[in-house]
């Protein structure tokens, strides 16, 4: 993933590790979906369920896609045509099928956005921590995302994961021989990023999006004896904590 003449940061001897998230933590993502799914809902303009019943239906698709292919903007685009097809009383033709994949064109194409004092806090971050980015997903978009992004250097390892669960974080700190109590995770998402990381000891900093998938969507935990839970409006007061 890092190319020879890229000066990575390396692991500290001494310090914390500091585990982050990639979208909608690093860098905008959820918000370019959100547009998709507002054109792909306008352009169905059902005439018996209302916008919202067809949100629900899609967020169902989507769980259902996403347990039998994984993440990512294939993942999205089949949920989206299964979607149209169970609620719509004409058959899907194949004009109407171009309509829908084109809905999702423009995530694709959309240029790394990165969210306000994301650089500056990693490039100070990791002269001090040992950083590895945590993300899910497809792992050649989140690959190709990364390094688009610009942040690669920042960090000393790369996990792309099929799923952020207490397993996959337990296999995590295994692999990468840390120690839990110094070890934090941080992310906008309670169910893939803090409650997790919580539920196997670890230290977890919780930084909300106003665009949170709502398939993220849970009640934040509170930490176990001998953890701590931060919740920082943005990305820059790490800078001042850690």
């Given at each position: ?14 310090g914390?590790?500091?585990l982050?998230d ?6 905008e ?7 998709a799914?507002?054109?792909f809902?306008?352009?169905?303009d059902h ?12 967020n ?7 347990a039998?292919?994984?993440?990512g903007?294939?993942?999205f685009?089949?949920?989206l ?20 994949i084109a ?6 194409a959309?240029?790394?956005e ?11 971050l ?5 950083l ?7 792992v ?5 995302k990364l390094?688009?992004s610009?942040?690669?250097?920042y960090?000393?390892?790369?996990e792309?994961?099929?799923e952020?669960?207490p397993?996959?974080?337990a ?10 109590s ?5 992310g906008?998402?309670?169910r ?5 990381a919580?539920?196997v ?7 909300p ?15 176990g004896?001998?953890?701590?839970l931060?919740e920082?409006?943005t990305?820059r007061e ?5």
């Amino acid at each position: 993933m890092t190319s020879s003449n890229e000066e990575i940061s390396k692991p500290k001897s001494g310090g914390l590790t500091l585990l982050f998230d990639a979208d909608d933590t690093l860098w905008e993502n959820n918000i370019y979906f959100e547009r998709a799914i507002a054109a792909f809902i306008s352009y169905l303009d059902h005439r018996v369920h209302s916008p919202e019943e067809v949100r629900e239906h899609l967020n169902l698709c989507e769980r259902a896609t996403i347990a039998a292919h994984g993440y990512g903007l294939k993942s999205f685009r089949r949920s989206l045509v299964d979607c149209f097809e169970q609620l719509s009383d004409e058959p899907i033709t194949p004009e109407k099928h171009g309509r829908i994949i084109a809905f999702t064109e423009a995530i694709a194409a959309q240029e790394i956005e990165l969210l306000p004092g994301v650089e500056e806090t990693l490039r100070e971050l990791c002269r001090r921590h040992t950083l590895i980015l945590v993300t899910k997903g497809n792992v050649e978009e989140q690959t190709d995302k990364l390094q688009r992004s610009g942040l690669r250097p920042y960090f000393s390892g790369v996990e792309v994961l099929a799923e952020k669960n207490p397993a996959a974080y337990a296999a995590l700190l295994e692999k990468h021989q840390l120690d839990r109590s110094k070890t934090w995770m941080t992310g906008n998402s309670p169910r893939s990023d803090i409650n997790p990381a919580l539920a196997v000891g670890m230290n977890a900093i919780f930084i909300p999006h106003d665009f949170t998938w709502v398939l993220e969507h849970e009640v934040v935990d509170q930490p176990g004896a001998g953890q701590e839970l931060l919740e920082l409006s943005t990305i820059r007061e790490l800078l001042s904590r850690f």
